[in-house]
């Protein structure tokens, strides 16, 4: 139910609907102590309307209204107070989650809509380091998150599978590669091509010619330079499979920019017959002055694509498929400015769905205060830091529990849970510096804090012997258990709201918050007192149970039973 309506209702009948329910509904606050109540009005808002004094207006409808849905609501200088009944509101509100379970929270707002989500990203022929963190796992969440919206989502991971990183690539192989390092261990050699390519040219400016030539026979079609390029694709679309198992994230279409290359002549001819390209220093451009942007690079002077050439190819392809109401690029912020160019050039060309194009930004990954560059050689490989990860969870496991009987599967639930958890608490926008052992720690604003509170939940329940409890949960009003009803009566609120902002960091610190409140629950509560409260307790921790499991889904981590 929702709460804050029934105080809107309550103050529009109050003052006989001279302001309207919507009005007074988006004024509703909550207060910032549980001294002054559950939710409030702020009554200087009518002040113009009603022309009388704030605190007069709070006493009138405090006399007015109908109270006998709330435990008390008093007027405190200018503001109307709402105290709620807690033991309808947690009857309730249990009954709705033990009902619903995992999909209590659920909504419908985008039923029969399609997000298309451009995620992850990964250039072929280098490993996955700690900066293709923030793409795959934010843009993961935000498709949970709209799922749970009523929206259908295609996660997109379009590979860095095309452009003149490959006439580099190829340029280096051919001078300094050997084919059996490369079968042996591919990524690790071919990053080293890579990094000496880069630290070569600075040297010898000529190899970067060199490497321009390689990329046009590429786009050419010449047969050397294609097989290279597909054996680099294979091996490298291997690593970075086991690498997202391990993360358990799943996509759902891999075309890279490869895939649209011959889907580009499309983009200029059209652009052309809008007569939106135009010639400039012997290159093809789209001017944007008119949005106050720098003019986009459609084609270089030497015929060859660009970045946007294929964004605007991959932005078409996705309207015709999937018929996206948005379509949202999960990008660091530096790239924002790219963004707002191609969404200028979609909307020029007409596109439908242009104005549904979204850049998702986050800020930057550093370790040790280091911003990581692959062509400098500054990588931190993230499949092994999650293979530390869940080292060092699988060895504070062994200390705390070692009767656990899946010590390995928990370890891993808990090692990658700290590091998608890590990244999540924050608001994206936000940049992180790595610290791999602060994550891991089970107290303080971490992910496997949440998971133990939702291990101790499901113990209380094993302990208790009641596997399953009634549908209609019981009344329950110690002020203890309260703090942990009104925050599960939120969370289909914090739903909404992560899907309006795109921000898994809302889900995140609301896990937070719920799972604190219920340790304090926990600590100052006899649950399993054989008493006539109990059932009552133990619909309380099931409800946190569900809801800690699914907050904790919704980020990309799973919920272990046992720590």
């Known amino acids: 139910m929702d709460y804050r309506q029934q105080v809107a209702d ?59 849905q709330f435990d008390k609501v008093v007027a405190v200088g200018p503001y109307v107070n709402f105290f709620l009944d807690k033991g309808k509101v947690s009857k309730q509100v249990m009954s709705d989650i033990l009902t619903d379970k995992e999909h209590y929270g659920d909504n419908y707002d985008g039923k029969d ?45 379009h590979l860095g599978d095309w452009g003149t990183q490959f006439g580099k690539l190829i340029t280096a192989y051919l001078k300094w590669g050997n084919e059996d390092d490369v079968k042996r261990d591919p990524i690790h050699y071919l990053v080293q091509y890579y990094v000496k390519f880069h630290k070569e040219d600075q040297k010898d400016p000529e190899l970067d010619e060199e490497a321009r030539e390689w990329f046009k026979k590429l786009e050419d079609g010449d047969p050397e330079a294609t097989k290279l390029w597909k054996w680099f694709r294979d091996v490298s679309l291997k690593a970075f499979n086991n ?29 052309k017959k809008d007569g939106l390209l135009q010639e ?64 200028a050039v979609l ?73 998608i958890f890590g990244d999540l608490k924050s608001e994206r926008i936000n940049s992180i510096d790595f610290v791999l052992e602060d994550q891991l720690k089970f107290e303080g604003e971490t992910g496997p804090y949440v998971q133990y509170a939702h291990a101790r939940s499901e113990s209380i329940l094993r302990k208790s012997g009641k596997k399953e409890l009634n549908e209609s949960a019981n009344e329950l009003t110690d002020e203890s258990a309260w703090e942990v009803i009104k925050l599960l009566q939120a969370f289909p609120e914090v739903v909404k709201q992560a899907r309006n902002e795109f921000e898994p960091s809302d889900v ?46 919704l980020l990309g981590i799973e919920a272990p039973d046992q720590m």
């Open 280 to 343: 400039s220093q012997g290159a093809q451009v789209v001017d944007l002055s008119d949005d106050n942007l720098n003019p986009a690079l459609i084609l270089k002077s030497d015929g060859a694509s660009l970045y946007i050439t294929r964004d605007i190819a991959t932005a078409l392809y996705r309207e015709r498929t999937y018929h996206p109401v948005m379509n949202l690029y999960v990008v660091g912020s530096e790239q924002t400015n790219y963004f707002h160019q191609l969404k």
């Open 347 to 419: 909307k020029k060309m007409g596109v439908e769905n242009a104005d549904g194009v979204h850049h998702i930004p986050f800020g930057l990954i550093t370790v040790n205060g280091k911003k990581l560059s692959t062509r400098r050689g500054n990588i931190i490989l993230l499949n092994q830091v999650l293979d530390e990860s869940i080292a060092m969870a699988k060895q504070q496991i062994a200390e705390k529990n070692p009767d656990l009987p899946n010590k390995d599967e928990v370890a891993k639930q808990v090692g990658v849970g700290a590091i």
């Open 113 to 157: 809509q399609t997000v298309t989500i451009d995620m992850s990203s990964p250039n072929i022929a280098k490993p996955m380091s700690m900066g293709h963190l923030r793409s795959t796992v934010i843009g993961n969440s935000i498709s949970e998150i709209l799922k749970k919206n009523g929206y259908k989502t295609v996660k997109d991971n």
């Open 243 to 271: 690498t997202y198992k391990t993360l358990g994230v799943s996509f759902d279409t891999y075309n890279g920019e490869s895939f649209y290359n011959d889907k580009m002549d499309e983009v200029v001819d059209i652009l």
């Open 508 to 553: 995140a610190k609301y896990s937070l918050r719920l799972a604190k409140a219920f340790n304090k629950y926990y600590a100052h509560s006899k649950i399993l007192a054989d008493d006539d409260e109990q059932d009552a307790h133990l619909d309380l921790v099931k409800s946190v149970a569900i809801v800690l499991k699914e907050s904790l889904r």
């Open 10 to 68: 309550a103050v529009a009948d109050s003052i006989n609907n001279q302001i309207s329910t919507n009005d007074i509904y988006g004024k509703i606050e909550k207060p910032k102590t549980p001294e002054n109540g559950d939710l409030a009005f702020p009554a200087f808002i009518l002040a113009k309307e009603l022309h009388k004094a704030p605190q007069m207006i709070a006493q009138d409808i405090v006399n007015n209204i109908d109270g006998s």
